[in-house]
């Protein structure tokens, strides 16, 4: 399968913990997405990679989210002291910068829940 | 800022037309898109329409952007209960490269 893979596709930590999610983009896209949706919405944007540079932060992403893509492929986003409110499915997604219509291609996804 | 709305939900008989609508409020919007999710899956795009375009068909699915009135539309021929899911409207105003805006997504219901 060449898509977008996320790991792991279900956590269930306590709060107060720390999280870490990852995701394997499409190998040839340059850019990479993460997105949060929760129950009855739709994706939100929190941050996207071009190769390894993060270019853009939303507001969403608080202090206690940090994502890399350190070598420009596979990225990890890291949620530190973990609340109720983070409860919610990671998306990632990926996309080619040049020559697109900037479609993004989205991972199936990596559920948080925060007892 | 962007906003992107869209009716929660549609329930349409099967074999007759769904009409999936969205309203957006960025008159910038250069692309605009429309993703398909299934229960406990990612999004997956079936379409998207340059601002310049009034129409789009791809087999069953027809777009229609009517930039005036910053609305577009999902129509869905014959629809068929693997049509099922939850449709989300989506924009950008910088060809997607900064990202995309969501509507919370209309629930489509097939009756059989």
């Known amino acids: 399968d060449t898509g977008v893979s996320q790991d792991p596709r279900h956590k269930i930590t306590k709060r107060g913990q720390n999280v870490t999610f990852r995701c394997d983009p499409i190998s040839e896209h340059n850019r990479l997405y993460w997105y949060r949706q929760t129950l009855g919405q739709g994706p939100e944007f929190l941050t996207y990679f071009q190769n390894e540079a993060q270019l853009e932060k939303s507001r969403l992403l608080s202090d206690r989210f940090s994502a890399e893509r350190p070598k420009g492929s596979f990225s990890t986003l890291e949620i530190q002291r973990t609340e109720q409110g983070d409860s919610a499915m990671y998306l990632c997604?990926?996309?080619?910068?040049?020559?697109?219509?900037?479609?993004?291609?989205f991972g199936e996804g990596s559920r948080l829940t925060v007892l | 800022g962007e906003d992107v709305e869209q009716s929660l939900f549609l329930s349409v008989r099967e074999g007759d037309s769904s009409v999936i609508n969205c309203t957006y409020t960025?008159?910038?919007?250069?692309?605009l898109y429309w993703y398909k999710q299934e229960p406990g899956a990612g999004l997956q795009l079936l379409t998207y329409i340059f601002s310049n375009m009034d129409m789009k068909q791809d087999q069953r699915l027809t777009v229609l952007l009517n930039k005036k009135d910053k609305h577009l539309s999902l129509r869905i021929a014959d629809t068929q209960t693997g049509d099922s899911a939850i449709y989300f409207c989506a924009e950008s105003t910088r060809g997607g490269a900064d990202g995309l805006t969501f509507g919370k997504g209309t629930h489509l219901i097939i009756q059989p």
């Open positions: 997604a990926s996309s080619l910068l040049a020559g697109s219509a900037g479609e993004l291609f």
């Open positions: 960025d008159s910038s919007s250069t692309y």
